[in-house]
């Protein structure tokens, strides 16, 4: 199984900056694409932000310039540098990652408890 832990989520003033962080715990083979996705009451899930541990990054629309996502080298760590923060960030923030337990298994989703971010003045 994999674990997901985050952390970073808080209060920041609009333009303000956050980084979130996730690390993957647990008995597996290897993490494949890990990422952050968001909800907002009342909305449905989004994408924020993947990486799929090879190089290949891909952000949301309303996101992209403003927030960076990366991973640490052993690729069980990833970052959201959030940057430039609106008002409509406003959600909890989710990790996700697909983790293989074992070789020559097909990766399964695994999903963290979620942070909460709130941009306000």
């Known amino acids: 199984q994999v674990q997901l832990a985050e952390s970073g989520g808080g209060l920041v003033q609009p333009g303000g900056s956050l980084r979130l962080s996730c690390s993957a715990s647990?008995?597996?083979?290897?993490?494949?694409?890990m990422g952050w996705y968001r909800q907002a009451p009342g909305s449905q899930r989004e994408l924020v932000a993947v990486?799929?541990?090879?190089?290949?990054?891909n952000y949301g629309e309303s996101v992209k310039g403003r927030f960076t996502i990366s991973r640490d080298k052993p690729k069980t760590t990833v970052y959201l540098q959030m940057d430039s923060l609106k008002p409509e960030d406003t959600a909890v923030y989710y990790c996700?990652?697909?983790?293989?337990?074992?070789?020559?298994?097909?990766?399964?989703?695994?999903w963290g408890q979620g942070t909460q971010v709130i941009v306000s003045s």
């Open positions: 647990g008995s597996f083979f290897s993490i494949a694409t």
């Open positions: 990486d799929d541990g090879y190089g290949t990054t």
């Open positions: 996700h990652a697909d983790g293989v337990l074992l070789m020559h298994q097909g990766p399964s989703a695994y």
